[in-house]
């Protein structure tokens, strides 16, 4: 029985995001992680020490995160029921995972493209950060699948890679890094010094799970013979670890990304990604959405058996 619970959660909960992705009617715990974030932010990011109050915000909020969710579940586990114990963790790691919910909102830019460019641009600003009134119709195809690859790993192997090391606690850490990172990750006037700590913690956190995505991608896709490839354009994304799964992606569809985005109104040079300056189509991005899928199907599967192996099973 012990075998069994010990990947129960993970099993039910990978059902449960496959099933039903991230309802829009579910209150998600990512959102109350963005109010408190927000909160601090707004009241320590002025005057002097941004540095030193940004990186005070970033560690109680990540350790207080992971103590309350292991204080939480240890009460429960012990004083009331293992079973309502599992029915907790299943839960929380449900709303970890956001692979499902990945794939749709990219596959509905290319099917709002299908209709008319604005509303391809409309769609994709709700996955990326780059100012899309600009983009034309290959940029929003290539920002979309540049996101896939890059929220693989943020959305599902990160997760999964942490809560595999440090149980349900330390994946509900991870989406409270990745979170600041997303809100005040960012190399502008106003984040550059207060969200500083908390974007080296997310790239720190992400370090290895982005080369093991772009390791399943390959391995997956049957092309053991990108991984020269992955090497070579990993290392040439502005981030430490976004251009690995990009870069496994771009050498799989056999195609380009980078090039120049606005954030915020100011222009970013992201070095390109790939060499074949080829239009993107629908088949490119249904040919991702697998590598993806199977990716994912692949790390649930080592993490149950590594849970398994580690539990005597």
Not at 123 to 138: N, P, W
Not at 212 to 231: H, I
Request: proline content about 4%; charged content about 20%; hydrophobic content about 50%.
């Amino acid at each position: 029985m012990e075998y069994l619970m010990s990947i129960l959660p993970l099993l039910l909960a990978w059902g449960l995001d496959r099933w039903l992705g991230d309802p829009v009617w579910l209150p998600h715990p990512v959102v109350a992680f963005g109010r408190a974030i927000a909160l601090c932010e707004h009241r320590l990011n002025k005057g002097r020490l941004r540095f030193a109050k940004g990186m005070a915000v970033a560690i109680v909020l990540v350790v207080g995160i992971y103590g309350l969710t292991w204080i939480l579940l240890h009460g429960i586990n012990v004083y009331v029921s293992p079973w309502l114990g599992v029915a907790l963790e299943t839960i929380l790691i449900f709303y970890c995972l956001a692979g499902t919910t990945l794939v749709r909102e990219v596959r509905e830019v290319f099917h709002a493209l299908d209709h008319s460019l604005d509303k391809g641009r409309r769609q994709v600003a709700r996955i990326v950060g780059r100012d899309t009134q600009a983009l034309s119709a290959q940029e929003v195809r290539a920002a979309a699948l540049e996101t896939l690859a890059e929220n693989l790993s943020d959305g599902v192997i990160a997760p999964l890679f942490w809560y595999l090391l440090l149980g349900v606690p330390g994946m509900v850490m991870y989406k409270m890094i990745n979170t600041l990172d997303s809100m005040i990750g960012y190399r502008n006037e106003r984040y550059r010094r207060f969200g500083c700590f908390a974007a080296r913690l997310d790239d720190v956190a992400n370090y290895i799970p982005a080369r093991l995505t772009a390791l399943l991608m390959v391995c997956v896709a049957g092309r053991p013979d990108l991984l020269k490839f992955v090497l070579r354009y990993g290392k040439e994304h502005t981030s430490p670890n976004s251009g690995y799964p990009e870069a496994a992606l771009a050498g799989i569809l056999d195609c380009r990304f980078g090039g120049p985005h606005d954030y915020f109104g100011v222009e970013v040079w992201k070095p390109y990604i790939g060499s074949n300056e080829r239009p993107l189509a629908t088949a490119d991005m249904q040919r991702a959405v697998r590598i993806n899928q199977r990716a994912e199907g692949v790390m649930v599967a080592l993490v149950a058996f590594l849970l398994l192996v580690t539990t005597g099973g």
